[in-house]
């Protein structure tokens, strides 16, 4: 059955159940909202004049592994269909995260079993959607949205789940995910204050630049870790007062000489022998956030081994404290959040800096099957701010 078909069908029911309900009695009153009354060819349907495939790209996990080459496969199956509350996004660019695998590897729920979709977050444009959808969405606008199943060419997602952009850039995707982690955590979790010493990890990353600039915006020094004198030029422009590329300078021995009274916050996404100078580093009152350990996601564990027997003691000695962020625990601020950060990247005030691999072996990431290159790009520390991939659709699909 097509989309339309579906959408005209469930519009005639509801058609006929509010006159059986104007007819049968007074004590209850038809749905205040009115029907809309368009053509629904045009309403519910592509905006752009050819007609929706009725079969579509998609990224599965067919077998849990922390190799996400070897846990995904790349499918063929039918578009899906919408239902009331929910809108058949067409997906232009999609973002990749670390965490990726993890969920490939099946460790953010046990209980779910191959085979699942893959991928966290996209933006695109609307090209059907469900009635009850229409009220706040219309076919052709612009939207963003986290939620399961984002490596696809259409996925879809309930309206709640969305949220609309002024435009599809990808510069908008990496709000949704890595500058909203970064947003809630230095809010909720780092009591930012004027003036305080602020280490970020992998700060020329996804999530990492948007940390640095929050944490300018709150008038505090920043020190950020990278891995090129590439990125630690782009930590300059972004305000980062102290990059330290690591393949040429001791962090630890630079924290020790330049900064003897210790960091007061540290944005740590990295893990392992990283993590262990970190907490050695605190300042009296210190505080670690944790917002992921990407070098142990590989593993088979997802950890990389620490020495943690002395890690009571230094906490204590410093009056100190190691906090966990994960984003799902604060959705309720989510919306407000990416208010805000939209806000800022559109008066200038955020740069949203996104990677879609132009300087990439292989060169830019095109197509779904190119999520995989991504993967393993980001991966190998090449990548400068959000990696993205663009979706690319047939130009001649017809149902």
Do not use: W
Request: with cysteine; proline share 5%; net charge positive.
């Amino acid at each position: 059955m097509s989309i339309v078909t579906l959408v005209f069908r469930k519009t005639i029911t509801r058609r006929l159940q509010i006159k059986k309900t104007r007819a049968g009695s007074q004590l209850f009153s038809a749905p205040s909202r009115s029907i809309i009354d368009m053509s629904y060819s045009s309403h519910f349907m592509d905006f752009k004049g050819s007609s929706i495939p009725s079969t579509m790209r998609k990224l599965v996990v067919t077998k849990l592994s922390p190799n996400f080459r070897e846990a995904v496969s790349l499918q063929t199956v039918p578009v899906p269909t919408p239902g009331d509350g929910d809108l058949l996004i067409r997906n232009r660019f999609v973002g990749i995260n670390a965490s990726d695998i993890n969920y490939s590897a099946g460790r953010y729920d046990p209980s779910v079993k191959p085979p699942f979709a893959s991928g966290f977050e996209g933006i695109g444009e609307v090209v059907a959607l469900g009635l009850s959808a229409s009220a706040t969405y219309t076919v052709g606008q612009s939207v963003a949205y986290m939620g399961d199943g984002a490596f696809a060419e259409y996925v879809v997602m309930p309206a709640r789940n969305a949220m609309p952009v002024p435009s599809i850039e990808p510069k908008y995707l990496a709000l949704l995910l890595s500058g909203v982690t970064a947003y809630l955590s230095l809010k909720n979790l780092g009591s930012l204050t004027e003036g305080e010493n602020v280490l970020v990890t992998a700060a020329a990353g996804g999530t990492g630049q948007f940390a640095v600039q929050l944490a300018k915006r709150a008038k505090c020094h920043v020190i950020g870790t990278c891995s090129s004198d590439e990125k630690a030029g782009f930590l300059k422009s972004i305000g980062c007062d102290r990059p330290i590329n690591y393949k040429t300078e001791d962090v630890s021995a630079v924290l020790r000489k330049e900064y003897p009274g210790g960091v007061d916050v540290v944005y740590e996404s990295v893990g392992g022998s990283l993590f262990e100078m970190a907490v050695n580093c605190l300042a009296n009152k210190g505080r670690l956030i944790i917002i992921g350990f990407i070098s142990g996601y590989q593993s088979a564990s997802g950890l990389k081994p620490i020495r943690a027997e002395a890690l009571p003691a230094k906490l204590l000695l410093k009056s100190a404290s190691i906090r966990g962020f994960f984003l799902p625990h604060y959705y309720s601020e989510y919306a407000g959040a990416m208010k805000d950060l939209l806000e800022m990247c559109e008066n200038g005030e955020v740069s949203c800096e996104v990677d879609t691999g132009e300087l990439s072996p292989e060169g830019r990431f095109l197509g779904l099957d190119s999520v995989f290159r991504a993967v393993d790009y980001m991966y190998s520390g090449r990548n400068l701010g959000k990696v993205v991939v663009e979706v690319c659709h047939p130009v001649s699909s017809k149902l």
